[in-house]
């Protein structure tokens, strides 16, 4: 599929790069990180948080809502998913990645999407980007076969288990907390996930 810059006018209705933001810190702590052949999320890195950056994302991006700084690593070529959240949600490129991207406006009432409407979007290594929370999203992809390292900041909580079980409507997209999912069938994906992604497993 066609690969589109961040900086074509396309991307502007799912986020926007960010500016004025010193992330020199932030990519020399994430060199220790792994980059597993599969893909690793941990929502929240204590090392991280501790730096200076943490703090401003938390007063400048969130509003002085608390924040959770983790990453996404690893390697991939698949959507396999799309996910979406109650806010909006920063990637920091500390490598190049790939993000493929569509609209919680075109998910159907059944909640069923067709990933024909999706766009794909090269993130540069030294980026960092908001995504909406109208941008459905899921795990990055490789550029050149290289893995790929992202930073991710969210609302603190987010992603962590459920209390409980969620089964009707929307509700059922739920996997974990401000996470709302769906799946595709080829994606490889846990039981029980809501496998509404109809058309391609879309890969880059």
């Given amino acids: 599929m066609e690969v589109i810059s961040i900086e074509d006018t396309r991307f ?8 004025g ?17 599969g893909v690793v999320y941990e929502p929240s890195v204590e090392k991280l ?12 991006a969130f509003g002085e809502m608390p924040v959770q700084v983790g990453y996404c690593n690893g390697n991939n070529n698949f959507l396999n998913a799309v ?7 920063l990637n920091i490129a500390v490598t190049d990645a790939i993000l493929i991207l569509g609209m919680l406006q075109d998910v159907a009432e ?4 067709e990933t024909s409407r999706m766009e794909a979007f090269f993130l540069p290594k030294g ?27 969210l609302p603190k909580g987010t992603n962590y288990p459920l209390s409980k079980k969620h089964k009707e409507g929307e509700d059922k997209l739920m996997t974990a907390v401000n996470k709302w999912l769906i799946g595709h069938e ?4 846990p039981e029980g996930t809501f496998l509404g992604l109809k058309g391609k497993n879309l890969s880059v």
Avoid: Q, W
């Fill in 12 to 19: 502007k209705k799912y986020g926007r790069v960010l500016t």
């Fill in 21 to 37: 933001y010193d992330y020199s810190e932030l990519f020399k702590a994430m060199e220790e990180t792994p980059l597993p052949e």
């Fill in 127 to 153: 980026v960092g980007i908001e995504l909406y929370a109208t941008a459905l999203h899921y795990a990055p992809c490789n550029v050149n076969g290289k893995g790929f390292k992202v930073v991710v900041v």
């Fill in 49 to 60: 948080e501790k730096l200076g950056i943490a703090e401003e994302f938390k007063e400048r």
């Fill in 110 to 113: 059944d909640f069923t999407y």
């Fill in 83 to 89: 996910e979406y959240h109650r806010n909006s949600e």
């Fill in 186 to 189: 080829e994606g490889g994906l």
